[in-house]
């Protein structure tokens, strides 16, 4: 089984300074990590992928993320926050070696961002 | 290219009524995913199809059927709704999983009285 946990649901930041949003995952084989915003009254939207290679990876919006395997972690991070970085953040997560649930991808319950002006 | 299309955007209907959502996808994806997102639960599949035809249940298929006719669409009926269904409804579309990305839908909130 594979599973997402995501341990703050809030997490407030000035403008301007730096942000992380923790994600933490549990799987039998390797993952391949997601990281998904929403913005009010909208759908999701793809920051950025981990499939293989290197563990720092680049995304949209100036956003990137770290994987660490030994410590199961996919955190987000961003050096300086925008207010319109104030939105709702998902970490996903998908075994490559399970079989009839490859498709599934498992979401986190979500982390909302606010960036205080 | 308008991505993935949800209707409708809204929708109240009372114990007992049935409904279809409907999703359009114009990227020519292979996979398509139904998902709840209820508050604190983050989202949870309903049912995905991985191609034109095809069909399978997800975490919480319980309640739901789906039909995948055409490549471009995925439909999600409700045959007897329930409060519990009361939820926001998002579908998505990607290439072969397991390591593309999905592309949603902007969502149907749903209302069930």
């Known amino acids: 089984a594979q599973s997402v946990a995501q341990p703050e649901d809030q997490v407030n930041v000035a403008e301007g300074n730096p942000l992380t949003v923790k994600c933490t995952y549990s799987v039998s084989g390797n993952p391949y990590l997601f990281w998904y915003v929403q913005y009010p009254n909208r759908g999701l939207q793809f920051l950025l992928k981990y499939i293989t290679g290197d563990n720092l990876v680049k995304g949209s919006y100036g956003f990137e993320a770290e994987f660490n395997k030994s410590q199961t972690s996919f955190h987000l991070k961003k050096p300086s926050a925008l207010v319109s970085d104030s939105a709702l953040y998902f970490c996903?997560?998908?075994?490559?070696?399970?079989?009839?649930?490859?498709?599934?991808?498992?979401f986190g319950k979500g982390t909302k961002l606010s960036v205080i002006p | 290219n308008a991505g993935v299309t949800q209707t409708p955007k809204f929708r109240v209907l009372k114990t007992g009524q049935s409904m279809t959502l409907l999703c359009a996808q114009d990227m020519n994806h292979e996979y398509m995913y139904w998902y709840r997102q209820d508050p604190g639960m983050g989202l949870r599949l309903i049912h995905y199809s991985v191609g034109e035809g095809t069909t399978a249940k997800g975490e919480v298929p319980d309640g739901y059927n789906v039909s995948r006719l055409k490549k471009q669409n995925f439909l999600l009926g409700l045959e007897s709704a329930a409060p519990s269904q009361t939820s926001v409804y998002f579908c998505?579309?990607?290439?072969?999983?397991?390591?593309?990305?999905?592309?949603f839908g902007p969502g149907t909130r749903l209302t069930v009285l």
């Open positions: 998505a579309s990607s290439y072969s999983p397991p390591n593309n990305e999905q592309f």
């Open positions: 996903a997560v998908r075994d490559i070696t399970s079989g009839a649930g490859s498709y599934q991808l498992t």
